[in-house]
Nanobody, 117 residues
Framework: QVQLVEPGVGLVQPGVSLRLSCGAS????????ASWHRQVPGKQRELVAT???????NYADSVMGRFNIYRDNEKNTAYLQMNSLKHEDTAVYYC???????????WGQGTQVTVSS
């Protein structure tokens, strides 16, 4: 069983930086593709960023140049560094871990990020 835990974040002001973290409960993390998603009420969940086991990254156009995804396999943790936050970044952020060899996907419980002045 893999459990992804995302510590709560809460309310931040526009323009600030924030780092989300997602810890896995097992060392299987190192063979998984980690991703961050976000969702606002009434809209579909959006893929924000992905990092492969080899460290290749991909970003949604809306966060390109502002967000950075990275991973620490020794700590079984994925991070999302969010810079220059905007009101439109307000959402519930979810991390996921896709294990290709097992064809299994695991999700965190989600953490609310509210960007407001």
């Amino acid at each position: 069983q893999v459990q992804l835990v995302e510590p709560g974040v809460g309310l931040v002001q526009p323009g600030v930086s924030l780092r989300l973290s997602c810890g896995a409960s097992r060392s299987i993390f190192s063979i998984g593709i980690a991703s961050w998603h976000r969702q606002v009420p009434g809209k579909q969940r959006e893929l924000v960023a992905t990092i492969t086991t080899g460290g290749q990254t991909n970003y949604a156009d809306s966060v390109m140049g502002r967000f950075n995804i990275y991973r620490d396999n020794e700590k079984n943790t994925a991070y999302l560094q969010m810079n220059s936050l905007k009101h439109e970044d307000t959402a519930v952020y979810y991390c996921s871990l896709w294990i290709p060899v097992l064809s299994k996907s695991y999700w965190g419980q989600g953490t609310q990020v509210t960007v407001s002045s």
